[in-house]
């Protein structure tokens, strides 16, 4: 038995086609309005993102998402305008909501920064792993769960909320 009889053989349009597929969908546009209607019980495509990486909702029905390769953090509206919130932060890995619908971002450098409405971050919290996952107790508090550390951290409300009317 020869090596070329079992080599799978290649099919050029079919290899064609998925080059190509992978082509448009790296080329697909990062700005712009969501797709705002689908058939129903098909999957939709909501809007595109270079490297999304969380997302977190509002009671209004607003979806925050980050994006870890471009450094950005958007909204998309519930008629699926995307808007840009903040750019420049360090490779954004995690989002959480408190209540008043203040935006948390968390990164793989082990920061935690609330968004400010202008695009800013303020820091709340740094440690020594990256943030893997965050969320918001009843009390308002946030729980943090840094990535190799085995623990969840609790930022008091308090501590979030000093200082950062100054």
Known sequence: MNDSSIRPRLDWPLAALIIITTLLAMLAPTTGRALQTAD???VATLAYFQGASDMVMDSRGVLYVSDSRTGEVHCVMPDGQKILLAKGLNRPSCLALDRK??????SPCGAVCRLSPDGSCRQVYFGPNAIASMTFDRDG?????PADEGVVLR????????GLDD
């Open 141 to 145: 508090n946030l729980l943090i769960v």
């Open 40 to 42: 129903a019980g098909k």
């Open 155 to 162: 930022i008091p409300h308090h501590h979030l909320v000093q």
């Open 101 to 106: 619908r203040n935006l948390y971002v968390g």
